[in-house]
């Protein structure tokens, strides 16, 4: 080659050579701006990313609060029990561990199985597993001799949400049972890691279920704790990063009494039926009990499914809560509504007297309505109508009223509307009115169904609970508070008032002295457990008829079915004259209603007065 | 000593900088690895012998090169077609020739036999060059890309392909024919794409373009590579801190990946004073390119340079997400004796043809 041919060449492949060095410069540049856009730019985002990846948390159960009666006694507890936990990933032969530890802790077909099945899922991200719940003393003193021999394996605190009354509480107080998470109170940690949650209840994570439980749900449940563990890309545990400690929830101190509660159970035995009973100075309710119960302690911490099954298919339906949902007629214990209607309207006063012949005669259509006494009471005004429970008075009143307003004056009682503020699953039962009647049965409302209201049968139904409600505006002539099971210290509920202006002081003392008389006089139909106590009690009877019948010779035949016989119920307050309790009880098919129920709230007042 | 480094052809600041590199390189793959030393030290030995090889093979005169470029190139095939008949299959892929305990990447002696060939056949034709001998020259480029690419290993074809046509466009191939074959090769990459591309490479481009399409499955390398490097920050996570390596979210983190774990356990400045050093290197590389005694020296300085600059332009524009994932290593850095070894040889040349003066005209 010549020198100007050289010389051509190398100019030639220096401008391509800075050409693709140039080029590979450019490269360099690009991927440094890329680098800057990852780290400086993005660096939060990715900084995040990585940590979402390598950090997995899971909650750490608190302990719910404990329920405690009026008096301070314990209620519901948390009480200690001891599981066996190991640690499946340290175990390199789980068949000869299982064979070493049979003879210190007593292990069933189904707690093998059960072990065997999920330890391999647990071994490869290496979680605890428990072996076996609730060791008995005896399993745990013997483990702890030999626990060199088992270093995978350790004894760890859980608790079981226990009460000493498993079966005279069931209804009110509730039960927990299992959840798979409790995701809406702690959504920072994602649903699928609530199944590694740390756990505090040997039952897992629990969650309140009917009665103060549930109601009081977010009250009693506290805030889980948070324990941060890093992971590795195929989510085996590496290390404890945080840890956030659980806070217990609140303790819930309620008006419920326990010995009232014992009283109501025992004189109820396994009858059907309920009793409420309510504290007239703040509203709280001391007794909310329905028989037949259940054991809430076995529901809350593992029942059989043929137990379960057994409760469900029970044909005296124990999970139904009859002092809530019940709805019952308030036969003659609706007669002092009645009569405060008939006086506030001007319907008949105190003096006013009727003739009563043992039936009333409906004009327009000549229905003859029956006195439970064959040939009546005789002369009988407003006070006697209530001693004597007369039915020919209050069918004449009803009969002179207008459906419309009774139906707003029994509303204003309480009737056909929820009284309790805090009560699981409260049934508002139901006041009929024309309208109702006509919508319902297509049929238009005749003034037969006003005067069957006037003795409480026909379509008004009550709930226990309202009748103890109206039992307590009775006894306190109006002023009352409206229930609740449990009052916040400082927080006092505003008082309810129910006034009528036709409806003054006097006519108030006059009602009271005449429901005194139903229990206290010589004449009055509940004067029957008048010797049950030593403080004057005042109150109103009833019997409510299944089937309505025409004579009493009827009645014996119907009484052959258990199921149609008349429901009893009493309403009482007292001590009078001054009453601090009001007491509603229903014993379904206990017939009579003084003689059956008012046992029963005669001993439930005097455990609430004894203390 | 002194006299000694008269005697011998020697670059210092390509030792140099080389020797910080894979020093370095050890330094992280000690991170990488999570502390392996039995995985660091075989790397030492690999730089060890490196280190020997490049300063032996900058002894000879540039022309032994060039006379033994034919030999070279045939030696090369040879041994790829032993392992192409006797090789055993790692990851579905047969690419290794064992000599006694060591294995090696036979294809990675076609990256340097392929431009010294090229540059030999090419450096006395004269200016512009001619159809025939762009022609021949293709062939022998298209021939090694098959024989690699039916390994299959398409980021070693691509760059053996690479090094061949970066010595014919520097030794002076015409633009006409270069825009020519860029439009056939637009026209000819949808039978590329079906044809000759295996279904997992088909893939890996699909997802490039698409990457959220599947976190879990075929782009879970380049996000978790994006998230290491991002989570890195300006000064990075420190030594073996990184939790995107040391937990495993990150892939292949000794070899593809390593630059990932640099830039999250060290962050911007790390990634700023790594890439320092190789621009330094491959400045010094250009430098050596313009002032070499003749042309064939120039066009083996330029082509075996280029060679590793794209090298390392893949390997970096894959692991930020900038190109789709082909397996390529960092070089220097990532672990894997075959490359480590050519790339020293590669550099060795590379002293030899920029150090051996010749004064007189030819």
């Not at chain 1, 010549?2 to 991927?31: D, Y």
């Not at chain 1, 707690?111 to 979680?127: G, H, M, T």
């Not at chain 1, 079966?167 to 940690?189: A, K, N, Q, W």
């Amino acid at each position: 080659m010549i020198f100007e041919e050289r010389q051509i060449e190398k100019n030639n492949f220096s401008s391509r050579a800075t050409l693709l060095f140039g080029s590979i410069i450019l490269g360099l540049i690009a991927v440094l701006i890329k680098v800057f856009s990852l780290q400086i730019s993005g660096y939060s985002d990715y900084q995040l990313a990585a940590l979402k990846n390598k950090n997995y948390a899971v909650p750490v159960q608190s302990l719910r609060g404990e329920i405690f009666d009026r008096n301070g006694k314990v209620l519901v507890k948390n009480q200690p029990t001891f599981d066996l936990i190991t640690r499946p990933n340290l175990i390199s032969d789980i068949d000869s561990f299982l064979d070493e530890i049979e003879p210190v802790i007593f292990l069933s077909h189904t707690d093998i199985s059960r072990y065997k099945k999920l330890q391999k899922e647990k071994a490869f991200v290496n979680k605890e597993l428990v072996l076996k719940k609730d060791l008995s003393d005896e399993e745990i003193a013997r483990f702890n001799v030999r626990s060199f021999n088992f270093q995978n394996a350790f004894i760890a605190k859980r608790y079981r949400r226990i009460t000493d009354y498993p079966e005279i509480f069931s209804h009110v107080l509730g039960y927990t049972s299992r959840t798979d998470d409790d995701y809406e109170s702690m959504p920072e940690i994602p649903k699928s890691h609530w199944k590694d949650a740390e756990l505090s209840y040997a039952h897992g994570l629990i969650k309140g279920r009917i009665g103060l439980e549930e109601i009081y749900d977010d009250y009693l449940s506290g805030k889980h704790g948070q324990r941060v563990y890093e992971i590795n890309a195929r989510g085996q545990l590496v290390q404890p990063l945080s840890f956030i400690e659980p806070e217990k929830g609140s303790d819930l101190f309620t008006n419920l009494d326990i010995e009232a509660h014992k009283s109501a159970a025992k004189y109820l035995g396994n009858r059907k039926g309920a009793v409420v009973a309510i504290d007239l100075e703040s509203g709280g309710i001391n007794v909310l009990y329905s028989s037949p119960a259940y054991s809430i302690n076995k529901l809350s911490n593992g029942m059989s499914d043929t137990e379960f099954q057994d409760l469900i298919n029970d044909l005296d339906k124990p999970f139904f809560n009859r002092a809530l949902q019940g709805r019952y007629p308030p036969a003659s214990t609706i007669k002092p509504a009645i009569g405060m209607y008939g006086l506030s309207n001007n319907i008949v006063n105190w003096d006013f007297e009727i003739k009563d012949p043992g039936f009333f005669t409906l004009p327009e259509t000549g229905r003859v309505f029956r006195d439970w006494l064959k040939g009546g009471h005789g002369k009988v005004d407003m006070h006697k109508a209530f001693l004597v429970s007369s039915n020919t008075y209050f069918f004449s009143l009803a009969y002179q009223a207008d459906i419309q307003e009774l139906s707003n004056h029994l509303s204003s009682l309480g009737f056909g509307q929820k009284v309790c503020l805090d009560c699981f699953g409260e049934d508002q039962a139901f006041v009929p009115t024309p309208e109702w009647k006509y919508s319902m049965m297509n049929a238009g409302w005749v003034k037969g169904d006003t005067v069957n209201l006037g003795v409480g049968q026909g379509y008004l139904v009550a709930t226990p609970m309202q009748l103890a409600n109206y039992a307590s505006l009775l006894a306190t002539k109006g002023k009352y508070f409206e229930p609740s099971l449990v009052t916040f210290g400082n927080q006092k509920k505003s008082i309810k008032i129910w006034q009528d202006d036709r409806f003054d002081d006097s006519d108030w003392s006059k009602m009271h002295e005449a429901l005194l008389g139903v229990i206290e006089s010589d004449h009055g139909t509940a004067r029957s457990i008048r010797g049950l106590k030593e403080f004057q009690v005042a109150g109103k009877s009833g019997t409510a008829e299944l089937v309505s019948l025409d004579s009493k010779e009827a009645y014996q035949e119907v009484r052959a079915s258990e199921s149609l016989r008349d429901h009893s119920i009493i309403i009482v307050f007292g001590p009078m004259p001054n009453p601090r309790y009001a007491v509603s009880v229903i014993i379904e098919n206990g017939e009579s209603g003084g003689a059956i129920a008012g046992p029963v709230a005669i001993e439930v007042l005097k455990s609430l007065i004894d203390e | 000593m002194n006299k000694l480094f008269q005697k011998i052809y020697f670059d210092p600041y390509i030792f140099f900088s080389i020797f910080l590199l894979s020093m370095l390189g050890l330094f992280f793959l000690f991170s990488a690895s999570n502390a392996d030393t039995s995985i660091v030290s075989k790397q030492f030995f690999y730089v060890f012998v490196g280190f020997i090889i490049m300063i032996l093979a900058s002894q000879p005169d540039p022309d032994i090169f060039r006379r033994m470029s034919g030999l070279f190139l045939i030696f090369s095939l040879l041994l790829l077609s032993i392992t192409y008949l006797f090789g055993p299959e790692i990851n579905g892929a047969q690419r290794w020739v064992r000599i006694g305990p060591l294995s090696f990447q036979s294809s990675e002696l076609l990256k340097l036999a392929v431009p010294v060939f090229l540059a030999n056949f090419l450096f006395d034709k004269k200016l512009p060059i001619q159809r025939k001998e762009i022609i021949i020259s293709l062939i022998i480029i298209c021939c090694c890309f098959f024989i690699v690419f039916r390994q299959p290993d398409l980021g070693t074809a691509l760059i053996i392909a690479c090094s061949g046509l970066f010595v014919l466009f520097l030794s002076g191939l015409s633009w006409s024919f270069m825009g020519g074959s860029f439009i056939l090769l637009i026209i000819s990459s949808p039978f590329i794409w079906n044809i000759l591309l295996q279904p997992f490479q088909r893939q890996r481009i699909a997802t490039f373009f698409n990457p959220e399409s599947d976190p879990f499955g075929a782009s879970w390398n380049i996000i978790q590579s994006k998230v290491a490097i991002g989570s890195g920050g300006l000064l990075g996570k420190g030594f073996g801190q990184g939790s995107q390596t040391q937990l495993n979210f990150l892939p292949e983190t000794e070899t593809d990946f390593i630059f990932s774990v640099i830039g999250e356990e060290f962050g911007f400045l790390g990634v700023l004073l790594l890439l320092s050093i190789y621009l330094f290197l491959l400045l010094r590389c250009f430098y050596l390119a313009l002032s070499a005694r003749d042309r064939f020296c120039r066009l083996v300085i330029g082509g075996l340079s280029l060679t590793f600059a794209a090298n390392l332009i893949i390997n970096l524009c894959m692991v930020v997400g900038l190109l789709p994932v082909v397996g390529m290593p960092l070089p220097f850095i990532s672990k894997g004796g075959s490359s480590l070894v050519s790339l020293f040889l590669a550099f060795g040349i590379i002293v030899s043809m920029g150090t051996h003066k010749k004064f007189l005209p030819q």
